[in-house]
């Protein structure tokens, strides 16, 4: 049996007629390390706007991603932590299955429905093909019948980072 092992690493910290177009009408604000994170803001009426953490999932981040021309997400941010937004919150409660092609296909509460403040806008790391691949391959350093032990190199990573996450996708061969 052979296999291959790909470490991928983030860093985690419609009542009126008006459709949300890709790419034009959500966008990502303030992002710390880059155009691929940010506080999500959709364009409703002509109006910037956030959108309120309650409910916020892996399924809306990804949804809000892949409007934005990213292949995918790498996870949902909470708590306003790409600074608190302006002006209306247009969406709350967003129930994404991930497979949606709009926010606005996505069950919510209605547009500018919510009980939400700023400190409550939700945020994204969509998958950015530069930040990750790490630069070397994990190595296997010992195994056993129910598990793998891999170590390698973590880029060097700004100060103010507080955690990290890593997944690891494999693939057997049984030839």
């Known amino acids: 049996m052979s296999w291959k092992c790909r470490l991928l690493a983030a860093v985690c910290l419609a009542v009126n007629l008006y459709c949300l177009h890709a790419q034009e009408d959500v966008r ?17 009426n002509g109006t910037w706007g956030t959108i309120c953490d309650d409910f916020w999932s892996f399924s809306d981040a990804r949804v809000a ?13 909470p708590r306003a932590r790409f ?7 247009w969406m709350s409660n967003l129930r994404c299955s991930g497979r949606e092609t709009s926010l606005e296909d996505c069950p919510f509460n209605g547009w500018g429905i919510n009980s939400c403040d700023h400190d409550e806008d939700a945020g994204a790391i969509c998958a950015a093909d530069d930040i990750l691949e790490t630069p070397e391959p994990p190595m296997l350093v010992g195994s056993t019948t129910s598990s793998l032990s891999l170590q390698w190199k973590v880029p060097p990573l700004p100060d103010n980072i507080t955690a990290l996450r890593f997944r690891v996708q494999y693939e057997t061969d049984e030839s």
């Open 28 to 44: 990502l604000v303030n992002g710390t390390f880059g155009p691929h994170m940010g506080r999500v803001e959709v364009l409703y």
């Open 65 to 77: 991603c892949r409007m934005m021309g990213f292949r995918d997400t790498v996870c949902s941010i």
């Open 83 to 89: 600074g608190e937004g302006t002006g209306p919150i």
